[in-house]
């Protein structure tokens, strides 16, 4: 534990200095002599095993490029100095992060973020996830030629483990083509932060969802208030058993709060646009949105009820 403080005093003092996560440089200062002089090579004599070398194809393993592991410390850049381990002194290396040993989530973290802590995890600190105990190696996987998180298909399963209900969703009538791999969780949320709600990727539920839904954006010469206010009010994100995703079927949706009278409440009494019981004409297939079909909104001059 000593040296790893030691160690970690060592990268606090290497950032003071250097705006890019370099850390500890390669050349000898008596302190740094904690790492092996052979960098990976020393750890690969023993370590040579079908589950620590993928990760020799993965942009971690860059030697070329100072920013990486490989091009720093090599393993004990994210393992921790462990010249005690190497010699086999103990057991285990500084930092562990799997099996029985392993070390604090803070401590895990701390590997990760003292690389990268700018761009997306801008807004780690705080968030959900962080203030949760989650790890980063919770979702990621770094000795595999591609982490599953990385890719669509696989995403939403290392998501599922956690999040039943979303997982629920997925399977329900109507939901975001998420089961298809054509939309990711990542896709509306940063799961590493946000300064959104629910750690949406924009400011807004609207705004995340224009981002494929651009023409709901509008401007719109006629707008109805309940969609600029939030697509939300209408609509749930993974997934429904309505079509389309709604919270709930026309017209029942409509009065929640539609229900002065006339044809937005008689519709449940049976009657047509005369007033007239028996066939209604506006109770069939979809009801209100037969006629209203530009519920999102209407451009044209003779759309103030969104029936064109
Ligand atoms: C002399 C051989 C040897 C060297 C060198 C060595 N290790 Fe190990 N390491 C082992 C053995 C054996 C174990 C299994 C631990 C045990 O149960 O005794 C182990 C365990 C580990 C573990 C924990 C694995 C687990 O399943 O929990 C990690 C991580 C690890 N070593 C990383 C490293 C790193 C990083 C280096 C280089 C700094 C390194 N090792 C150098 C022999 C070595
Ligand atoms: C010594 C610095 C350093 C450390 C420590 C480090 N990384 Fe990286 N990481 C990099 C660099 C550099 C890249 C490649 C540049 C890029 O694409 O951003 C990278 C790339 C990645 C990527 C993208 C991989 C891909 O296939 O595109 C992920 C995910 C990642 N790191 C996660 C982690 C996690 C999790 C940890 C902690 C267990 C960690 N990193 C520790 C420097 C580091
Ligand atoms: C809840 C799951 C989750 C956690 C926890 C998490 N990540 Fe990620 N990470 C992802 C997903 C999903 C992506 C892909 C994001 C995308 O494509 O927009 C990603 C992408 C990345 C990337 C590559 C993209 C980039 O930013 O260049 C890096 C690096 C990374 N994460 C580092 C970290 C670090 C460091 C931590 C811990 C502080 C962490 N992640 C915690 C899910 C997670
Ligand atoms: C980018 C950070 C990083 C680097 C660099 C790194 N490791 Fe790891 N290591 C991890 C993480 C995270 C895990 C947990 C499993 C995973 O994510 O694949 C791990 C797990 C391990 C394990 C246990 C594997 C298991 O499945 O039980 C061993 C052994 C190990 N690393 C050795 C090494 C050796 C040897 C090197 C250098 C060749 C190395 N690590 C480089 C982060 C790293
Ligand atoms: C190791 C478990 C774990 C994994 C894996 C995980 N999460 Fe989470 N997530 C949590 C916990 C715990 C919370 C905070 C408590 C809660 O709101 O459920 C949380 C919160 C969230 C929230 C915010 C909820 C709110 O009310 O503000 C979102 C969104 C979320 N996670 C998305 C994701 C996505 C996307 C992934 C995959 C990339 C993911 N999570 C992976 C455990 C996890
Ligand atoms: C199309 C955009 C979109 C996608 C894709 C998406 N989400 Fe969400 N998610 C949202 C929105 C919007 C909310 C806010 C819901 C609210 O406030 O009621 C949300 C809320 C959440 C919450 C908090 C739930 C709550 O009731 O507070 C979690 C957890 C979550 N999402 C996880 C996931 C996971 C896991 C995935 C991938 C399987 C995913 N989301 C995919 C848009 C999305
Ligand atoms: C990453 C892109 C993306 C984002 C962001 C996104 N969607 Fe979608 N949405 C899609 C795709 C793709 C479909 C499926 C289109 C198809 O099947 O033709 C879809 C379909 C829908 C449908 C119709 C579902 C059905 O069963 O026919 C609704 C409603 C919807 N989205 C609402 C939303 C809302 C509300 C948001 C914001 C919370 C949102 N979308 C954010 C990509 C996205
Ligand atoms: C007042 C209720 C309401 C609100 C608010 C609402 N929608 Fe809808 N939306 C509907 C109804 C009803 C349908 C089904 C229309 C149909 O069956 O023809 C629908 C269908 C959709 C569809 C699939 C058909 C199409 O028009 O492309 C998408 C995508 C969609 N909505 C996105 C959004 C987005 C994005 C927002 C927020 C900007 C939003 N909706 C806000 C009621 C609403
Ligand atoms: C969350 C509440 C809400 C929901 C749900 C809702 N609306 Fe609206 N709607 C409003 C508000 C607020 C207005 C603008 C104020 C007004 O004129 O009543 C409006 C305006 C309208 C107008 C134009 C009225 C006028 O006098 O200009 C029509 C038509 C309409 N809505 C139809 C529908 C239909 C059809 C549905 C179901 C698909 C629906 N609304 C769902 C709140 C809602
Ligand atoms: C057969 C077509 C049709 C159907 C079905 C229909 N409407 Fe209308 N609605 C209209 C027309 C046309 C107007 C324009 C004013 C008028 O003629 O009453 C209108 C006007 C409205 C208005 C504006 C205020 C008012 O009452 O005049 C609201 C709100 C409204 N409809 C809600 C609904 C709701 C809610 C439903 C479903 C329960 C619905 N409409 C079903 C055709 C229809």
Known sequence: ?????KWALLCGIGLVFSAVPVRAQTTATPQQSAFAAEGERTCLKCHDEQ????????????????????????????????????SRKVKFPTVVFKGPNISPV????????????????????GSQH???????????????AKDPVLVKFSQPEKCFTCHAEQRADSFKYSHHPIREGKVVCSD???PHGSAG???????????????CHAEKRGPLLWEHEPVRESCLNCHTPHGSTQ???????????????HANGGHQTQLLAGQNLAGQIG???????RGCVNCHSQIHGSNSPNGTFFTR
Not at 1 to 5: A, F, P, T, V
């Open 1 to 5: 534990m000593k040296r790893h403080l």
């Open 51 to 86: 589950k620590v070398t993928p990760i020799l194809q993965t942009p971690h393993s860059v030697k070329g490029d100072k920013h990486t592991p490989f091009g720093q410390n090599g393993c004990e850049s994210c393992h921790g100095a462990s010249p005690d381990h190497v």
């Open 106 to 125: 803070a401590v895990r973290n701390e590997q990760c973020l003292s690389c990268h802590q700018s761009g997306l995890r801008m807004n780690w600190q």
């Open 130 to 144: 962080q203030t949760n105990d989650v790890a980063c190696t919770n979702c990621h996987t770094v000795h595999i």
């Open 188 to 190: 509306c949320h940063n």
């Open 197 to 211: 709600p629910k750690l949406l990727k924009e400011f807004t539920v609207n705004e995340t969802c224009y981002t």
């Open 243 to 257: 079509a389309r995703l709604l919270i709930q079927r026309p017209p029942y949706l409509c009065q929640e709060c």
């Open 279 to 285: 066939a209604n004409v506006r109770m069939m297939a």
